[in-house]
């Protein structure tokens, strides 16, 4: 596995990885409605692609396969984190999480975990903040605000 920057020319297959990942990884924590609210298919390509462009985002790739991406912002928001749902659980997540997390700028890292990440981030330190619902597409997602101090 190979970790790097983010290229604009990542985009259709990141969009890709996350529409395949909510919809198989997810499904014992969310409805079909949910992860069909959370992911439907089509993403607001300019203002992802200008998201990761602004934010730290960290590509992994293997044998020229994205595999994985996450970012955080100047502030320390985890905004996306997802690994392939062809290589869970090989310590993907870990490693993107680890390069993003030491090169924050920031007392605090934020994220606003899934059910299924929640036990991730709490392995890493995060604290459950609280417990919210969100709107998509008006359907409610459950998700967790979770805060971890640098170092």
Avoid at 1 to 24: C, N, Q, W
Avoid at 34 to 59: C, M, P, Y
Wanted: with cysteine.
């Amino acid at each position: 596995m190979k970790l790097r920057s983010y290229h604009p020319a990542d985009l259709e297959e990141i969009e890709t990885l996350f529409y395949d990942t909510v919809h198989t990884v997810t499904v014992r924590d969310y409805t079909a409605a949910q992860r069909a609210a959370w992911a439907s298919g089509k993403v607001d390509s300019e203002q992802w692609n200008a998201s990761f462009l602004a934010h730290h985002t960290v590509i992994a790739e293997q044998d020229d396969q994205i595999i994985g991406f996450g970012d955080m912002d100047a502030d320390g928001y985890l905004d996306r984190l997802y690994v392939h749902k062809e290589f869970q659980r090989q310590g993907i997540a870990t490693a993107i999480c680890d390069v993003l997390e030491r090169a924050a700028q920031t007392d605090f890292f934020t994220v606003h975990a899934s059910i299924t990440a929640r036990p991730f981030f709490e392995k890493r330190g995060y604290a459950l903040l609280k417990e919210q619902q969100v709107e998509r597409r008006g359907v409610l997602l459950t998700n967790f605000v979770m805060k971890k101090p640098k170092g």
